[in-house]
């Protein structure tokens, strides 16, 4: 399977700015999927991220709050925009294996916005 | 739409005991694939045993095997001989096979505590 190198790990930032997290793949993939994970919760999809076409986000997300950029078949970066406390989460890439193998993930970033 | 439901948000057990976390979904479709991850306090989601709803026998991985109940959609995880290291996250996820969106669909999760 795959293996992804995310980055940063963690950040702290203050509210009104903007961090971009990067995940890198050992490998060419079609898609690339952003998640969200709030305190204490389970993995909420962001968004789908395509080499070469708009990421398609999942209802509550827009492309203003967390654009994407997916250049090659093997990288993609989310920002998170102007943050507020709210944005404080885990955010994790992933992509798709091969049906049964399922996905891989990221580490993971572990945003804190103050 | 597919659901998945965690009904344990935490469960503990004794080092070396045997611990099963449950697992139910909803679904209309009838190829699909299950699967059980392990989130440590390290954030890394690790996949832990997958399932084809075309399968009848569960599936197994070391100490971790599954009891898939198709019909009454139901898909259990039980960890046997539970080490210290399983201390973990762990979410239920259903993916639809072929699906055009190909996402997974993440359960609540049960936080798993093995103690000493």
């Known amino acids: 399977s795959a293996v992804i190198s995310q980055k940063p790990s963690r950040d702290i930032c203050q509210r009104g700015t903007s961090l971009t997290i990067q995940c890198q793949v050992d490998?060419?993939?079609?898609?690339m999927f952003w998640y969200r994970q709030q305190p204490g919760q389970s993995l909420t999809l962001i968004a789908t991220a395509n080499q070469g076409s708009e990421a398609t986000y999942e209802s509550g997300f827009v492309i203003d709050k967390f654009p994407i950029s997916r250049p090659n078949l093997t990288f993609s970066t989310l920002t998170v925009s102007n943050m507020s406390p709210e944005d404080s989460s885990i955010y994790l890439c992933?992509?798709?294996?091969?049906?049964?193998?399922?996905?891989?993930f990221g580490s993971g970033t572990r945003l804190t916005v103050v | 739409a597919q659901t998945v439901t965690q009904s344990q948000p935490e469960m503990s057990v004794q080092e070396a005991e045997t611990v099963t976390l449950s697992c139910t979904y909803d679904?209309?479709?009838?190829?699909?694939?299950l699967f059980w991850y392990k989130q440590p306090p390290s954030r890394q989601m690790i996949l832990v045993i997958r399932?084809?709803?075309?399968?009848?026998q569960n599936a197994t991985e070391n100490r971790f095997s599954v009891n898939f109940q198709k019909a009454a959609k139901s898909f259990s995880l039980k960890i046997s001989d539970s080490q210290l290291g399983d201390t973990a996250m762990y979410f239920c996820?259903?993916?639809?096979?072929?699906?055009?969106?190909?996402?997974?669909?993440f359960g609540k999760g049960t936080k798993l505590s093995v103690k000493p």
């Open positions: 399932q084809e709803a075309y399968k009848q």
């Open positions: 490998s060419q993939v079609t898609m």
């Open positions: 679904t209309s479709e009838n190829n699909y694939y």
């Open positions: 996820a259903f993916l639809l096979y072929g699906g055009s969106q190909g996402n997974l669909i």
């Open positions: 992933s992509v798709e294996g091969m049906g049964r193998d399922g996905y891989t």
